[in-house]
């Protein structure tokens, strides 16, 4: 049958169809409906036919006729009558009868829309995983009820944290405490968190463990199964297939399991009576969501936590500006270790010599180790492994003209490199072939401005001869390493746990680390610093790190001490002084020229606001973005494309995420041309 014959003989069965008749108690249902016109972000009501009464509860999934297409929703409550003047529509039909939007959900849901000044829409898209129909009728995971109780004083690895036996206490008994922790150095932290949780549950309450990859979760997921037992958690993640992800996500909604682990989505999870939200290593890019509205996994565990009256743990071995925030502003209190028990678990650190050094030690320079860093690396190999962390993938991730050193660059602004010593010149952002001629005075050799980690394995290896140089990074991530002496050459966030720890690490380049164009770039550089060195055995056992790195610098003090807190309290100083995030709100504004500039004209800013800009987009990038071989930000945008930053004190923030979402709503309902991005708190500033 052809579309317009089958439209034609759907008319006719409904008109000889009788009329449909709402529900005989509560016909009213309030749906949000799967539309994220900043206009039309509210809720609409709905006629609930007699057909439907029972299955359309509050939380089921529907579909609605709306605008006269049919769309996705979520019904929100069931009314006795509805304050719309006009004629409802009726529920065409409900897709998942099982309530799969609990209540704590819709009002974080739209507590993280209200921050970020996005629409609901987009946030229940982030919070609840697609559908699965076969998923929905198979059983779920079935718990195997609490844990036993054990005795406070088995908790032994929390003993070792001034607070954290006290930390501990509360969560059984009931209590809600909200703590930044600076976890000790080493291996244990994933059994630290399956501590709190099991402690938590207790109590009779449920967690939420938030981590920011595949890697950390698989730690994390060990670990609990060790701490609870089989059956009593589940792990979330994208890698899992819709099916089983939605399988588990229900048997979370069902209350069948209570403690939940997982990557950046896992913020969401539908745990009842939630006593504890965790999450791991809060500084990684990871844990900001790439999609509309842009949250952070720890303002919504922050805000999930403030919402339901639960406990909180938000740490790692590094702190960032925005955690220290939470300490000074009392949310919560600081869970570390004292002096003398940090001495016992932490690597000697050394800094590897600053320009100075450098200049002298020309034939190290070459070598990518300077003399000191060769001679730790020797010493070490003679009874384990040595990592050498290094900021970049690939071969030659930066090349210049051998001649007149002018940088060579793609047409579109990126950075040439060279993927392999017998590749072609291809750009960093765009991917393009570039010619080898400079610009500049046509000169064709080149001379390699920043080295990646395939190179520096390349050189090691003819340095290290016979010991194996084994790398990790990019698509090729190693889990584990053996005990025996290797060179193990690694990007951050790649380096794989070494049998009994590794007994030495070189971190290389730290100029590059420091000299990245953001304002977290110390940040992140002490960050990715710290969770390398963290993996090395400690001092008392002969471990030891050497920076390459200028000793002076604030981040490399932070590390030679390893004291994050004092660096992340400095930060937040500087940063209060500047009236930079977090220590004040602000909004990134891009897209065309002339949409932004409409936008930000209509739009009733606070009092106290301040417009900065504007800039190209493109000129935007996160951390993540700016770091070599990342993928910039601004792509997807066009290249006139502008943007401005809006500044105003934390008190005005919400006033300003709202006025915002308001004059966005003006534009989406008057259909004006031009997309507008509005992205509050941005990871890039500059």
């Known amino acids: 049958m052809s579309g317009q014959a089958s439209q034609t003989a759907r008319r006719r069965s409904s008109a000889g169809r009788a009329p449909r008749q709402p529900a005989a108690e509560l016909p009213v249902a309030r749906v949000a409906v799967d539309i994220s016109l900043a206009h039309l972000d509210r809720p609409f009501d709905y006629l609930v036919p007699e057909s439907l009464a029972a299955s359309a509860v509050p939380g089921s999934q529907v579909r609605v006729r709306f605008a006269g297409q049919l769309v996705s929703g979520f019904v929100l409550a069931r009314l006795a009558a509805s304050d719309h003047p006009g004629k409802l529509g009726f529920l065409e039909r409900v897709t998942a009868p099982e309530p799969v939007l609990t209540p704590e959900i819709a009002t974080l849901a739209r507590a993280v829309a209200d921050r970020y000044g996005g629409t609901l829409a987009d946030v229940l898209r982030l919070a609840i995983p697609p559908r699965h129909a076969a998923a929905s009728k198979v059983g779920g995971v079935v718990g195997a009820g609490a844990p036993d109780v054990l005795a406070a004083d088995e908790a032994s690895l929390w003993r070792r944290y001034e607070a954290g036996p006290s930390f501990l206490e509360a969560l059984a008994a009931g209590r809600s405490p909200r703590a930044v922790w600076s976890a000790l150095p080493g291996p244990t932290w994933p059994d630290e968190i399956a501590q709190a949780v099991e402690a938590v549950a207790r109590s009779g309450r449920g967690a939420v463990v938030v981590v920011p990859d595949a890697r950390d979760l698989a730690l994390v997921d060990a670990a609990l199964a060790r701490q609870l037992g089989p059956g009593r958690h589940v792990v979330l993640s994208a890698s899992l297939g819709p099916a089983e992800r939605y399988r588990r996500w229900l048997a979370v909604v069902r209350g069948e399991v209570t403690v939940v682990a997982g990557t950046r989505s896992a913020m969401f999870a539908p745990v009842a009576d939630l006593g504890l939200v965790v999450l791991w290593d809060e500084g990684d890019d990871l844990l900001a969501e790439p999609r509309a509205p842009y949250p952070h996994a720890r303002e919504v565990l922050a805000l999930r936590a403030y919402l339901a009256h639960s406990g ?199 100029w590059a680390m420091l000299g990245l164009a953001s304002l977290r770039a110390a940040e992140e550089a002490l960050r990715r610093w710290l969770n390398a060195a963290a993996l090395v055995r400690t001092a008392a056992d002969g471990g030891g790190v050497d920076i390459v790195a200028d000793g002076g610098q604030p981040a490399v003090q932070a590390l030679i001490r390893w004291d994050p807190a004092t660096f992340a309290d400095r930060e937040l100083a500087e940063r209060e002084e500047l009236r930079f995030p977090p220590a004040a709100r602000m909004a990134s504004v891009a897209g065309p020229a002339e949409a932004v500039d409409a936008l930000l004209g209509a739009a009733s800013l606070p009092a106290e606001a301040e417009v900065l800009g504007p800039l190209p987009a493109a000129t935007g990038q996160s951390v993540r973005a700016a770091a070599p071989g990342a993928a910039d930000e601004g792509a997807g945008m066009a290249a006139d494309a502008v943007r401005y930053l809006v500044r105003v004190p934390r008190s005005a923030g919400s006033d300003l995420a709202l006025a915002l979402r308001a004059a966005q709503a003006v534009r989406t309902a008057a259909k004006e041309p031009g997309a507008v991005r509005i992205q509050l708190d941005p990871a890039a500033l500059i």
Request: glycine share 14%.
């Open 312 to 510: 909180a743990l938000i740490g790692g071995f590094a702190r960032t500006a925005e955690a220290a925030l939470l300490v000074a502003s009392g949310w919560a209190r600081p869970l570390a270790a004292g002096r003398a028990e940090l001495r016992k678990y932490a690597p000697a650190v050394q800094p590897a010599g600053g320009e100075a050094e450098l200049a002298r030690d020309e034939a190290a320079r070459s070598a990518r180790l300077p003399s000191i860093a060769l001679r730790t690396a020797r010493a070490a190999l003679a009874d384990g492994p040595v990592l050498v962390q290094v900021p970049r993938r690939g071969y030659l991730t930066a090349v210049a003209c051998e001649r007149c050193h002018a940088r060579a660059r793609c047409q579109c602004g990126g950075p040439a490199g060279l993927p392999g010593p017998q590749a072609p010149l291809r750009c960093g952002w765009c991917g393009s072939a570039i010619g080898r001629s400079c610009r500049q005075c046509g000169h064709q050799g080149l001379r390699a401005v920043m080295t990646g980690a395939r190179r520096t394995a390349e050189e090691l290896g003819r340095a290290f001869s016979p010991l194996p140089v084994l790398t990790s990074g990019g698509s090729e991530v190693l889990a584990t390493v053996g005990s025996e002496p290797a060179v193990v050459v690694a990007t951050p966030g790649a380096e794989p746990v070494a049998d009994g720890g590794y007994r030495a690490a070189i971190l290389l380049d730290g």
